[in-house]
């Protein structure tokens, strides 16, 4: 048995939340979308990063990263969720170079602008893993590779080579804290309670409980005794962390599970299946969930905080490459993500009961050991947010 580290206050507190806002949203690297969707010149998607309007575009076939505003009254740039559109203002017009330079004014006279070189737009750190784009929104990014371990990067760069560039892309909230999300993709032990016809009949978790009391291997090793190919070398055996020196790689987990394989009635538009009869995922804090089913199907899962009660949800969902000379397959898509939201609801209808609950919560009652990675996950929050001394009071 594991003792809780986060208290209650640190889901519904608006102290833990600006925290995490300037700690962890305000530094480390978030993703914010696929090569996929930025395929064109000027297309672009926005997001908000820890409060911060995001733009990302594609200037000459080359994927830049701005703050949304405009430098003159700081009106977004760009005002939908994705589409095609040049940097221009749609306020007053004002348009910007590629490197975000100001390019021109309509009536400039009337402005009287001193300095044109104070008024770029501002740069963002970026960074591309496989197809999977990664923003900092910090003034001084870290390198990326101190959050992604070489192993995580590997795995997303050998499946992107696999992605469709067709993608269905939606959001929606939920009235819970984000965390609770990122807790409930490690907890493997709620699927077959909470998705008993949707989720859980495709897995096998029985066979993957430990058989005996002497067993020294975590339920989650037994899980995944199984041949690595395409993965390489990639060491899915992640190890559980009981001291206090927590680092970013620890509470990234990349998990690889057994099914039971079918064809189905798309498969015969499919170019290659490359991991047939297993289900492949990579959760990566703070706010990401990537998988596929048999390497068929991906999913892409990823909860943007909005105040401690209130998430954004983002979810996408694609195939693998389909077969050249065929046509556009828009209802294919759309089953693939009405299944996918069947299962998203199943978790949303409780994690908003449980954020009600831990609004007048005086504990957080007990954690089993098989949560061993929400508890490192806990750990290196509040070493990070409140330091060591919180820790060991």
């Not at 580290?5 to 640190?10: N, T």
């Not at 050998?158 to 993608?167: A, C, L, N, P």
């Not at 309670?193 to 291997?217: D, G, Q, W």
Request: aromatic content about 12%.
């Amino acid at each position: 048995m594991l003792l809780p580290v986060l208290s209650s206050a640190c889901y519904t507190d608006p102290y833990w939340f600006e925290l995490e806002r300037q700690k962890i949203f305000g530094s480390l690297w978030i993703f914010i979308g696929l090569k996929q969707q930025l395929q064109q010149e000027n297309d672009f998607i926005t997001r908000t990063v820890g409060g911060v309007p995001v733009l990302v575009q594609n200037i000459n076939g080359e994927l830049c990263a701005f703050r949304n505003t405009c430098t003159h009254k700081g009106m977004p740039i760009q005002t939908q969720l994705y589409g095609n559109r040049k940097l221009l203002c749609p306020y007053h017009g004002w348009s910007f170079h590629g490197d975000g330079r100001l390019r021109g004014i309509p009536n400039e006279n009337i402005y009287n602008i001193c300095n044109r070189s104070e008024l770029s737009l501002k740069q963002l750190g970026i960074a591309t893993v496989g197809n999977f784009i990664f923003i900092n929104v910090s003034e001084k990014p870290f390198p990326i590779e101190n959050q992604l371990s070489e192993g995580l990067r590997s795995c997303l760069e050998t499946v992107s080579k696999h992605f469709d560039g067709r993608v269905s892309y939606t959001t929606f909230t939920g009235r819970y804290n984000w965390k609770l999300n990122f807790e409930n993709i490690l907890d493997w032990n709620h699927v077959p309670f909470v998705h008993p016809k949707t989720f859980s009949p495709i897995v096998n978790y029985t066979a993957a409980l430990p058989r005996n009391k002497e067993s020294t291997k975590t339920v989650d090793e037994r899980m995944q005794e199984i041949p690595t190919s395409p993965f390489g070398d990639v060491e899915f055996r992640t190890p559980i962390h009981r001291s206090d020196e927590v680092l970013l790689h620890d509470i990234n987990w990349i998990s690889r599970v057994p099914l039971e394989y079918h064809d189905r009635w798309y498969t015969k538009f499919l170019k290659n299946i490359f991991d047939k009869g297993h289900l492949f995922g990579c959760h990566i804090f703070p706010n990401f969930n990537f998988g596929s089913l048999h390497g068929e199907t991906f999913y892409l899962q990823q909860y943007d905080p909005l105040a401690p009660d209130l998430t954004n949800f983002h979810s996408w969902v694609f195939t693998s490459k389909i077969k050249e000379k065929l046509p556009p397959q828009p209802h294919l898509l759309w089953g693939i993500h009405h299944a996918e939201k069947r299962v998203i609801d199943e978790d949303r209808v409780l994690l908003e009961a449980l954020q009600a609950s831990l609004l007048n919560a005086s504990s957080m009652g007990v954690m089993g050991d098989y949560e061993h990675r929400q508890h490192t996950m806990a750990r290196w929050y509040m070493r990070e947010l409140a330091g060591r001394e919180a820790m060991t009071s």
